[in-house]
């Protein structure tokens, strides 16, 4: 593997990668970590590049815990693991809206992997913000893991361990090698699903199964994970399969994860997706069973 380390490099994914570390650790942690106690001044390229992924974490935190206590009656009520969830959610809910949006514009709206643009083959293409995306991803991926081994399994099971490892080990080989950026991002934007996937949480845990709200975002979830999880992927092994001469130019370790990884998360995509698709048929019919019960009376 030839390595990613230029000039520019050398700087970029090491610190994009050490102010997600940084940030969400503070999230993470906010009563243990305070950067200015130990007089820590991160440079101004640090904090922009953190702001991609991790913007300040004690501020979002804070807001997450702010708007649920006024807005929600019940947060009050809520035991001390279900408020450490509930705060961590939202912070991975601004977390998948970020990677989500500039996965998408370096994807579909720039020209950065366009074919009428003679800028390489597209397997060689890549951007310092899909370098820094990746780095603040993975600074994300390792605190949000450290939490749920530190709680496990309340935060997640071994899915969820398996997941993020999956996910940090691709992110890192691109992040590394510069290549298959495009490929990698496709697969980043399907965090866009998570906000459904937290607000269905919300939902439950405050007892707000009946209303119209979960079942809209119960079929919102069913219609992104389907077009995000399911048809992307679809999408991302045809345009793969189309190029193979060009994926197979890349080393060989690079070669097979790009296969393997991939191939591993579209299943449990598939799984998940049989549950969620469950779950929905099993919200209509019990609103439907209601309605019919409703018009007997």
């Known amino acids: 593997m030839d390595g990613n380390f230029g000039p520019q490099e050398r700087i970029l994914w090491p610190a994009s ?5 940084v940030m969400c650790g503070a999230l993470a942690f906010p009563n243990l970590i305070n950067l200015r106690d130990y007089g820590l001044c991160l440079p101004d390229c640090l904090l922009l590049l953190s702001n991609l992924g991790c913007p300040n974490p004690v501020l979002v935190y804070e807001m997450t ?6 807005c929600f009656k019940g947060y009050s009520r809520l035991s001390h693991m279900q408020k450490v969830e509930w705060n961590n959610r939202g912070f991975s809910t601004f977390h998948a809206l970020v990677a989500a949006a500039i996965s998408f514009y370096l994807v579909v709206i720039s020209d950065l992997f366009s074919e009428d643009v003679n800028n390489g083959i597209i397997i060689d293409r890549k951007s310092w913000l ?20 530190w709680y ?14 999956l996910s940090m080990y691709a992110i890192g080989l691109a992040l590394l090698s510069g290549k298959a950026h495009m490929y990698i991002l496709m697969v980043l934007f399907t965090e ?15 007892g707000q199964k009946t209303c119209n709200l979960y079942l809209y975002n119960g079929v919102a979830l069913f219609v992104g994970w389907l ?11 045809t345009h793969m399969y189309f190029r193979y001469d060009q994926a197979r130019s890349i080393f060989t370790l690079g070669f097979y994860s790009l296969v393997a990884v991939p191939s591993a998360v579209s ?5 998940w997706f049989w549950k969620i698709l469950k779950g929905v ?10 309605s019919e019960n409703g018009k007997t009376d």
């Open 65 to 70: 815990r702010m708007v649920s206590s006024r």
């Open 267 to 271: 299943v449990m995509n598939v799984f």
């Open 130 to 149: 899909s370098d820094a995306m990746f780095g603040a991803s993975i600074g994300y991926f390792l605190i949000d893991l450290a939490m749920i081994l």
């Open 192 to 206: 866009v699903t998570t906000p459904f996937v937290n607000l269905r949480w919300y939902l439950d845990v405050s």
């Open 152 to 165: 496990f399994p309340s935060l997640g099971g071994k899915e969820y361990l398996l997941h993020h490892g």
């Open 17 to 21: 990668v050490l102010a997600g570390i």
């Open 281 to 290: 048929v099993k919200t209509l019919s019990r609103r439907r069973k209601h």
């Open 227 to 237: 077009v995000a999880r399911i048809i992307l992927f679809v999408y991302l092994f």
